[in-house]
C-alpha cells in the first residue's frame, strides 16, 4: 500500500506542486540533480530555527531530493523569497513525528498524511 500511495503522492507533487510552488513565494529546496547536474527545486515545508533550516521528507531516502542530497548535499532554500545557500544533513536518528511538532503545523499535518518514510533533514545555513 505505501508504494502506492507514494507513487500518487510523487505525481501530485511533480504535477501540481512543484510547478504551483516555483512560481509563488512558498519555501523551495533546490538540490543538483544527481543525473542530469542541473538544479531541481522542490515545494517544501519546515523553519529557520538557529541559521539552520529543518523539514521532513516525507519518503524519507525514495524521495529524489533526498536522493540528491546524498550526491550533493550543497543546497538552496528560499524562505520567504529570499535564497540562502547551505549543506543539507540526513538525520535517520532523529524522531521526524516529534520534529513535525516544531514546523508548521499545516504542511506538518500534510507530511503526516501522505508519508510512508518520515526523514529529517537540517540544512546548516552559511
Request: proline residues 5%; hydrophobic residues 40%.
Amino acid at each position: 500500500m505505501s508504494n502506492v500511495k507514494q507513487r500518487l503522492v510523487r505525481g501530485a507533487q511533480r504535477l501540481v506542486v512543484n510547478p504551483v510552488g516555483r512560481k509563488m513565494p512558498v519555501t523551495m529546496l533546490e538540490t543538483i540533480g544527481r543525473k542530469s547536474g542541473q538544479p531541481r527545486r522542490t515545494a517544501v515545508g519546515g523553519r529557520v530555527i538557529d541559521n539552520q533550516f529543518w523539514m521532513v521528507s516525507e519518503h524519507g531516502d525514495r524521495s529524489d531530493y533526498v536522493r540528491n542530497i546524498k550526491a550533493n548535499p550543497a543546497v538552496r532554500v528560499r524562505v520567504r523569497g529570499r535564497w540562502r545557500t547551505g549543506t543539507a544533513h540526513l538525520l535517520p536518528d532523529d524522531d521526524a513525528k516529534a520534529r513535525l511538532r516544531s514546523l508548521p503545523s499545516l504542511n506538518s499535518a500534510v507530511v503526516r498524511a501522505v508519508g510512508t518514510d518520515l526523514l529529517t533533514i537540517r540544512v546548516d545555513l552559511d
